[in-house]
């Protein structure tokens, strides 16, 4: 969804005859602030949630690694209890 050049437009007009012209700088600063607000929340959301789905796939990498470990570990004890005998 993305919004054209005459929608912009109509909106500029309407903005003009609704705020006048000495505070439009004003609000266009504004605007522009909280626009810009909104992308680094939006950026720190998404980072957040990359992180998240990093240290999931580690997780899961990890308890894999722990299962391999414990098979491993009941193989060199089943060894030792053949050795023993």
Same mark, same amino acid.
């Given at each position: 969804m993305s919004i054209g050049f005459g929608e912009i437009l109509m909106i500029l007009c309407v903005a003009f005859f $609704?705020? %006048?012209p000495?505070?439009?700088?004003? $609000?266009?600063?504004?605007?522009?602030? %909280? $626009?810009?607000?909104?992308?680094?929340?939006m950026r720190s959301v998404?980072?957040?949630?990359?992180?998240?789905?990093?240290?999931?796939?580690a997780n899961k990498g990890i308890a894999s690694a722990n299962e391999e470990f414990k098979r491993v570990q009941e193989k060199v004890n089943?060894?030792?209890?053949?050795?023993?005998?």
């Open positions: $609704v705020v %006048g000495k505070d439009m700088p004003k $609000v266009a600063k504004t605007l522009a602030r %909280g $626009v810009k607000k909104i992308r680094q929340m998404t980072e957040d949630f990359e992180d998240e789905l990093q240290l999931e796939e089943e060894l030792n209890s053949i050795i023993k005998e």
